[in-house]
């Protein structure tokens, strides 16, 4: 008699308990214990599937939950979604009084744009849109506990759901953008087609990350503040205000060791420099992106399981 898998969570959708037996796997994909422990090399792939096609299934309640947390944030206020708009602005423009006229800093000549704010904007808003997300999610679980501690309710939707909700607001963002770059420069280039990809990697490493570390702060509430701090030096340490020519070659390895630095340098090359990105680095890039939403969707789903202990 082989051995069943316990029963997975619910899901809402359905109302009902689905219980996975190993039967129905084929041999080569299933846990195959050997004397000492191991398992295949498959296996966690299957998992990560499940869990996966579990999202999927609650698209519905995700797109709900979206949808209340944007009236949650602005319904009521006078500006409404135009916050969203706001803040961003606010941090350009300070940013370019001090930088542009206080320090003098202008863009290289290669860079695309004589203007400080296109170059800057241009730059900060994917970094924008993974730090509010990530950040958000970190306490996710936490500000949501009355849910999550509920048996049927799929806890890693929330941090998707912070996720797509900022999505929203880079859109925002984003035409903005494009309007400004139509304005000062005349034209765009057939390479912004390639924005959506910069984007969808953009989203899988973000919510990879969001997984993890809104696991974490559930069972170490420090990790939110650590968070913080983390961030800070990854804003400094991603070419949102210089070029990658500017950094001394000794700290180079900073910049290709940081997935931000290429997808804002993606960013740049499509919307301003016009220009082909490096496919090469884009395809190690794809493949960090993937690993890191693989890694932080099994170490979430491994770990939720304790959430309600601890919640």
Not at 15 to 44: H, Q, W, Y
Not at 54 to 78: N, P, T
Not at 263 to 273: F, P
């Amino acid at each position: 008699m082989r051995p069943s898998r316990a029963k997975d969570d619910a899901s809402p959708a359905s109302g009902c308990c689905v219980e996975i037996s190993f039967a129905i796997i084929p041999r080569c994909a299933r846990f195959e214990m050997t004397g000492k422990g191991n398992v295949s090399l498959m296996d966690p792939w299957i998992i990560l599937s499940n869990f996966l096609k579990k999202i999927y299934i609650q698209r519905g309640l995700i797109r709900s939950f979206v949808v209340r947390d944007l009236k949650a944030r602005y319904v009521g206020s006078f500006m409404g979604l135009f916050w969203s708009v706001i803040h961003p602005i606010v941090l350009l423009v300070s940013y370019t009084f001090v930088f542009s006229l206080i320090f003098g800093l202008k863009p290289r000549p290669d860079t695309g744009t004589t203007s400080f704010a296109l170059f800057l904007f241009c730059s900060i808003l994917p970094w924008l849109f993974f730090q509010d997300a990530l950040q958000r999610s970190s306490t996710i679980i936490l500000d949501n506990a009355n849910l999550v501690t509920k048996t049927l309710f799929p806890s890693e939707i929330l941090p998707l759901v912070a996720l797509l909700s900022g999505f929203v607001n880079h859109l925002i963002g984003f035409a903005i953008l494009l309007g400004i770059i139509l304005f000062t420069l005349g034209k765009v280039s057939v390479f912004l087609l390639m924005i959506p990809v910069y984007v969808l990697l953009l989203m899988l490493f973000t919510l990879g990350l969001s997984w993890f570390v809104s696991s974490v702060n559930v069972f170490i509430r420090d990790a939110s503040q650590v968070l913080s701090v983390v961030l800070t030096f990854w804003f400094w340490l991603t070419p949102i205000f210089y070029t990658p020519d500017m950094i001394p070659s000794y700290l180079s390895f900073l910049l290709r060791l940081n997935p931000l630095a290429h997808i804002v340098i993606g960013y740049r090359d499509c919307l301003l420099r016009m220009c082909m990105p490096d496919l090469g680095i884009l395809a190690i890039l794809a493949a960090v992106s993937v690993a890191v939403f693989a890694a932080g969707g099994l170490f979430f789903r491994k770990t939720k399981r304790e959430f309600v202990d601890v919640l």
